[in-house]
């Protein structure tokens, strides 16, 4: 079964300071991969996507991730983060093909950003 | 349009007890989701509907967790009894049929708290 490891529990950076989430995922197939946002106190959701073609995507709000398939990582990245992007963040794994075809998500990343 | 709806949002109760949680799904989203989120830990599906037929359930505790969704729209998760481990968000999703599995919708959560 797919798993998906997210390096750090807490992150606690300054205003324009840079951003980067680690992720890892097993599972050797084929895979979607994703990141969610949860801002405090509203829903889950989407922040941006990978399915194929260039390994480096754009999401909303100045996000990025990378693919790194050699490396089974998808890691998040923001290069001025601002006071706004203080939320948890969840890596999530599709794995294509695999049983029940379902959403595996990472523990989650706390990030604070202070003013 | 409206989104997930979940009812209540936050449930104190005593180990043995039961407990049961209520979604209502975006108008049309024929396929529904009942996540568990532990403290510190991501999202881990519990069960997936598509209409009132079960697609994956291989992860829901059966010998107390139940869910149902008997006419294709709302739906229940009910856990009887309830253990101390059992406290956790329980998150609902939807998406509309055909659609990838990141185009789901989160709803807010119901917080559980089993003393």
Known sequence: ?115 | EAGVAQSPRYKIIEKRQSVAFWCNPISGHATLYWYQQILGQGPKLLIQFQNNGVVDDSQLPKDRFSAERLKGVDSTLKIQPAKLEDSAVYLCASRLPGQGEETQYFGPGTRLLVL
Not at chain 1, 40 to 61: A, E, M, N, R, T
Not at chain 1, 93 to 110: D, E, I, P, W, Y
Request: glycine fraction near 10%; aromatic fraction near 14%; hydrophobic fraction near 40%.
């Open chain 1, 1 to 115: 079964a797919q798993s998906v490891s997210q390096h750090n529990h807490h992150v606690i950076l300054s205003e324009a300071a840079s951003l980067e989430l680690g992720c890892n995922y097993s599972y050797g197939g084929t895979v979607n991969l994703f990141w969610y946002v949860q801002y405090p106190g509203q829903h889950l959701q989407l922040l941006l996507k990978y399915f194929s073609g260039d390994p480096l995507v754009k999401g909303i709000k100045g996000f990025e991730a990378e693919f790194i398939k050699s490396k089974f990582s998808f890691n998040l990245r923001k290069p001025s983060v601002q006071w706004s992007d203080t939320a948890e963040y969840f890596c999530a794994v599709n794995a294509l093909r695999a049983a029940g075809n379902k959403l595996t998500f990472g523990g989650g990343t706390r990030v604070l950003v202070k003013p």
